[in-house]
């Protein structure tokens, strides 16, 4: 499969600590996934997106994009192909106007089922059929969820969207695939994901590790950093402001971040505010208590 990482932060934040420098950033991970990789950051109100179907520790743009890159809000993503050939138009994240898309998983028998795959494009709406550049059931989940917000929102690029229309819009693209593609003996659905307008940053796991981080045991910046608060930067928050979220398939470096695991149907999301919210996205899949995992990882 592939590896997500992402976050929103109320700071500027570089990220060549967690794409290269770190033990396990996400070059080190693309030792196993190879098929590609992608990173989305966002300057102002869209999305800056960098693509390539090289390994990412083998490509040197992989490593300049890490070194200059600086943001509010990232989607990174290395590609494990399951669908589709090896190809940049294939590479997550995927993108259209501000919002920014990457997956982990798979739909249940796309890759083999013509049926299966044509059902799938008829869940998006014609407005949003002719973007579609690659062969993937991933580009194919971020137009359906398009498709679903366009009917919702007024505005589908306002930046300020708000989060319960995104959820709605969401929760039916998973509603209309799991119609289509139900599990069975040979495949499940994998549908972890990762969802951005750069405003709104969003992380979703169904039968795919994801973790998520809101909070340090003591940030290692408290002295410097000018949006340092005790009571949002090192102590957990169930609802309302943080600083920052990040989200990520596995953790990137020993550091002071607390690290919790989402349960399968569950999301957690910051909106345009940087506040909190965490839930579930499936009928009758109520939110579960939220594992600590490991409060010594670190992924900013």
């Not at 990789?37 to 090289?54: D, F, I, M, T």
């Not at 690290?259 to 909106?271: C, H």
Request: charged residues 20%.
């Amino acid at each position: 499969m592939c590896r997500l990482y992402g976050f929103q932060s109320s700071v500027l934040s570089g990220v060549h600590q967690s794409l290269v420098a770190a033990e396990n950033a996400l070059g080190q991970q693309s030792q196993k996934h190879r098929d590609g990789w992608g990173v989305a950051y966002y300057v102002g109100p869209y999305p800056h997106l960098v693509r390539s179907e090289k390994q990412a520790i083998e490509d040197k743009l992989f490593k300049d994009v890490s070194a200059v890159v600086s943001t509010n809000t990232l989607i990174a993503h290395i590609r494990l192909a399951t669908a589709g050939p090896v190809h940049v138009l294939n590479c997550h994240p995927f993108q259209h106007g501000n919002w920014t898309f990457a997956h982990n998983g798979r739909i249940a028998n796309f890759a083999d089922d013509p049926d299966v795959q044509s059902r799938i494009l008829k869940l998006v709406d014609p407005r949003f059929a002719r973007y579609i550049l690659g062969q993937t059931d991933s580009e194919l989940l971020f137009y359906i969820f398009l498709s679903r917000l366009a009917r919702r929102a007024e505005d589908l690029y306002n930046p300020g969207t708000p989060h319960d229309v995104v959820l709605a819009a969401l929760q039916e693209m998973l509603t209309a695939v799991l119609a289509v593609a139900p599990d069975d003996d040979r495949e499940d659905n994998c549908l972890s994901f990762l969802i951005s307008n750069g405003h709104l940053t969003l992380g979703f796991r169904l039968k795919k590790e994801l973790f998520f981080s809101t909070h340090k045991t003591k940030c290692p910046e408290r002295a410097i950093c000018p949006a340092y608060e005790t009571i949002k930067c090192e102590q957990p928050v169930r609802s309302g402001l943080v600083k920052h979220l990040a989200i990520t398939s596995e953790a990137i470096s020993e550091g002071p971040n607390v690290w919790e695991e989402l349960e399968d149907g569950d999301y957690v999301l910051v909106d345009h505010a940087m506040n909190f919210h965490q839930g579930s996205l499936l009928p009758g899949n109520r939110p579960s208590p939220l594992k600590i995992v490991n409060q010594d990882r670190n992924c900013a």
